[in-house]
């Protein structure tokens, strides 16, 4: 097998949000976003694909964020990147207005208070890069597929953006197929936040762990 990379366009809008509902599942039947807006699978893929349609940079709701691997034509993984901005609006922004708009006021605010408590303490650090939301599916697991997303991460955004220092993740605490490969790969956990009471109702653990990788020893010699 050998896998290429590539990043994501408005084809890939169906692989982007089954991406969106199957990382949050963890070992669970539901998504934390079926949860939190209490919808079908079908009605959540509905809204992201509104939301992903817009296709607006800066979070994990814009397509083009998305670094893809591929086997021949298909597409078996995928991960969503960006650099957090140092200034403007951030990535909380972008997906509270993405969000509210297409929900509609009377589903956004029925979800909002469930979106507070997911939202508590995920505070992203300006000029980082950014990862979220990775997925393998289940046919191509076991290939360290979402490592290999990361290195090229790394090396799209360091190209593009050579003053980066690091990068940073947050993880619901408890999916250890996905921590020991960042383990492996130099991430080191700098934080692990309690979620707030209902937070486990959500989410499939009791807390978040704040990842980050220094990026210099992915940067290529001046």
């Keep these: 097998m050998e896998l290429t990379f590539r990043t994501g366009t ?34 959540i893929k509905e809204l992201f ?9 800066g979070s994990e709701f814009c397509v083009e ?65 950014q990862f979220e939301d990775g997925y393998v599916i289940r046919s191509y697991r076991g290939n360290r597929i979402l490592s290999a997303l990361h290195k090229f991460g790394y090396r799209r955004y360091l190209e593009k953006y050579p003053a980066l220092t690091a990068a940073q993740a947050f993880m619901v605490k408890g999916n250890m197929n996905s921590t020991n490969p960042m383990v492996k790969q130099g991430w080191k956990i700098i934080a692990e936040k309690p979620g707030p009471p209902g937070f486990d109702e959500i989410m499939p653990g009791k807390s978040i762990l704040h990842w980050e990788i220094d990026l210099s020893p992915f940067k290529n010699p001046s």
């Design 65 to 129: 964020n998305y670094l893809l691997a591929c086997d021949g034509p298909k597409v078996v993984g995928g991960i969503s990147a960006w650099v957090e901005p140092g200034s403007g609006p951030g990535s909380h922004f972008i997906k509270t207005a993405l969000l509210s708009k297409h929900a509609g006021k009377e589903l956004w605010m029925k979800a909002l208070p469930k979106l507070e408590i997911v939202a508590h303490g995920l505070n992203r650090t300006p000029n980082t890069l």
């Design 10 to 43: 408005l084809d890939d809008i169906d692989f982007a949000t089954e991406t969106l509902i199957e990382a949050e599942k963890g070992v669970g039947i539901r998504s934390s976003w079926e949860n939190i807006f209490s919808l079908s699978r079908q009605e």
């Design 49 to 57: 694909t509104r939301v992903l349609e817009e296709n607006i940079p």
